[in-house]
């Protein structure tokens, strides 16, 4: 049985991020266009493929129009 690398904290907040984009009503391709990124990267974020640094968590934040301390 393979072991997550990412924690239940870390996944708690991969959910509030899709929640906020549902939330504001826009797309991957609409968050990934905002950001000037492909869709695939959102994709990957969302679903615990790529890793997302604290950068990418603030740009995010900007653009769900959420304060960072709402994901984390």
């Not at 266009?33 to 740009?59: C, F, H, M, N, T």
């Amino acid at each position: 049985m393979s072991k997550s690398v990412y924690t239940k904290d870390y996944k708690a907040i991969i959910n509030r991020l899709k929640q906020a984009r549902a939330d504001v009503g826009l797309s991957q391709q609409a968050v990934a266009d905002k950001l000037g990124k492909p869709q695939s990267y959102v994709s990957k974020i969302e679903s615990g493929e790529r890793r997302l640094d604290v950068a990418e968590l603030k740009k995010l934040s900007e653009v769900y129009k959420k304060p960072v301390s709402y994901f984390v």
